[in-house]
Structure formats: structure tokens, C-alpha cells
T-cell receptor, first 116, second 110 residues
């Protein structure tokens, strides 16, 4: 157990819909990252937040958005869903997210999104 | 561009030693991470290297050569539970964005 929690574990929805994925970082971690992992694909970095502020963006679609709240939990919003958005979505957290030698990212259990 | 290469699949025998290689080409380098991922589960941190050399953690070791832009993960005394994907990732940029390789699927057989 990494200490990172994600809800829900599974989500099944239809094309065109909007969903929200939630992540709570490990106690003491200020930085949250979101990744997408499609079937047989590597982990794709989406976005990073640090202490409520967006820090880095990866290959995140305009239909997707995220935020980090004052209590440091984060939400990833996916809208106008398409079949190709079906994937595992992982959240990770680290202490600072500034690249220090011990700034390892710890991953939550993921949310499996299925778009029908 | 940014690229991380690792073999797609490997097989090995229980009790043996296996080496999983990773070469990288990234803009910036904050360190190289190895993660283990069982199917459908979260990646689990295995090791971190930022300087050339060896890091050992029990049955797992990782080696980095920055001059050769190369790392490998060594798994000793293989067990069936080591069957998983092994992900090589490089931290880049001022905020340690991780670039992941596609992963190496390791199958351990009796």
C-alpha cells in the first residue's frame, strides 16, 4: 500500500459523458501527478500539481482538466468522453516534485475507466 | 525528442538471474527510476539512480551509466511472483516530470 488513494476503482460510462476521478496523496506529499495508461501502452504523463498550483503539463487533452484543492487532494475531470479514453488512470504523489534525489513518485491503485 | 527503449518481453527460469536493459534519450536528467507493475495494478517503486554506479536492494540491483545513457535492472534468485512488467523512467525538467518506457514484460517459469 503506497498511501495514495484513488476513487472510484472502476468507472463505466458512455461516450459524450463527463467523469471526475479523485486522488488523495500520501501524508506529507505536496505534489500530485496524473498518468494515463491505455491497453498495452506505457504510462503517459498528463499533469502535475504542487501545493495547489499547476506545475507541468504533458500530453493532456483539452477535454481533460485537473485541480488540486487546499487539502491537497486532486481531481481529474474528463469530459466529452470518447471510446479511446478508456484506460487506467493513475495518480502519484511525491514530497516536492522538484527533482530532488529522493523525490520518488508513489502511485495509487488507479481508476479503470471504460467508455462504451 | 524524448525516448526510452527497453525490450518488450523477456522470459527466465525460476531461481535464475535476469538483466533488463534501458537506454534513454531525454532533454534533461534528474535521475532514473525502475518500477515494477503487475497487470492491472499500480507501479511500485524499485530503485533510483542519479550517479553512475550500482544501487542494491535485496534481490534487485540497478546500474546507471550516464555517459552511455544506459541503465539495467538485475533481478537475482527469480521467483514466480517476479513475473510482471518492469518500467524504466527518467525524471526530466525542473519539476521532475517522469518519462516512462513502454515496459518490459518478464515471464518467470518453473
Amino acid at each position: 500500500d503506497s498511501g495514495v488513494t484513488q476513487t472510484p476503482k472502476h468507472l463505466i460510462t458512455a461516450t459524450g459523458q463527463r467523469v471526475t476521478l479523485r486522488c488523495s496523496p500520501r501524508s506529507g506529499d505536496l505534489s500530485v501527478y496524473w498518468y494515463q495508461q491505455s491497453l498495452d501502452q506505457g504510462l503517459q504523463f498528463l499533469i502535475q500539481y504542487y501545493n495547489g498550483e499547476e506545475r507541468a503539463k504533458g500530453n493532456i487533452l483539452e477535454r481533460f482538466s485537473a485541480q488540486q484543492f487546499p487539502d491537497l487532494h486532486s481531481e481529474l475531470n474528463l469530459s466529452s468522453l470518447e471510446l479511446g479514453d478508456s484506460a487506467l488512470y493513475f495518480c502519484a504523489s511525491s514530497v516536492e516534485g522538484a527533482g530532488g534525489p529522493s523525490d520518488t513518485q508513489y502511485f495509487g491503485p488507479g481508476t479503470r475507466l471504460t467508455v462504451l | 525528442g524524448q525516448n526510452i527503449d527497453q525490450p518488450t518481453e523477456m522470459t527466465a527460469t525460476e531461481g535464475a538471474i535476469v538483466q533488463i536493459n534501458c537506454t534513454y534519450q531525454t532533454s534533461g536528467f534528474n535521475g532514473l527510476f525502475w518500477y515494477q507493475q503487475h497487470a492491472g495494478e499500480a507501479p511500485t517503486f524499485l530503485s533510483y539512480n542519479v550517479l553512475d554506479g550500482l544501487e542494491e536492494k535485496g534481490r534487485f540491483s540497478s546500474v546507471l551509466s550516464r555517459s552511455k545513457v544506459y541503465s539495467y535492472l538485475l533481478l537475482k534468485e527469480l521467483q514466480m511472483k517476479d513475473s510482471a512488467s518492469y518500467l524504466c523512467a527518467v525524471g526530466t525538467g525542473g519539476y521532475n516530470k517522469l518519462i516512462f518506457g513502454a515496459g518490459t514484460r518478464l515471464a518467470v517459469h518453473p
